[in-house]
Nanobody
């Protein structure tokens, strides 16, 4: 039984920073990618950052240069460092671990609220 547990969300002023963490509570193997998604009320859930098994990363255009995704494979943990936060970054952030062993399987975190407001 695997669960992804997120932490690090909260309220921050524009220009501030937050660091999100997402850790798997159980053993998980063959992780193809770890990623972060976000969803604002009434909007689609969009990918904001992904780190692949080989270490390469991709970011949504809206967060490039401000967000950094990283991981600690030994701890099965992925991080999202968010700098220069803007009000439009306000959303629930979800982590995702994609396992690919013959076919794909996605594990999702419970979501953590990030609010950027004065």
């Amino acid at each position: 039984q695997v669960q992804l547990v997120e932490s690090g969300g909260g309220l921050v002023q524009p220009g501030g920073s937050l660091r999100l963490s997402c850790a798997a509570s159980g053993s998980i193997f063959s992780i193809n990618a770890m990623s972060w998604y976000r969803q604002a009320p009434g909007k689609q859930r969009d990918m904001v950052a992904v780190i692949f098994s080989g270490g390469s990363t991709n970011y949504a255009d809206s967060v490039k240069g401000r967000f950094t995704i990283s991981r600690d494979n030994a701890k099965n943990t992925v991080y999202l460092q968010m700098n220069s936060l803007k009000p439009e970054d306000t959303a629930v952030y979800y982590c995702n671990f994609r396992v690919l062993v013959g076919s794909k399987y996605d594990y999702w975190g419970q979501g953590t609220q990030v609010t950027v407001s004065s």
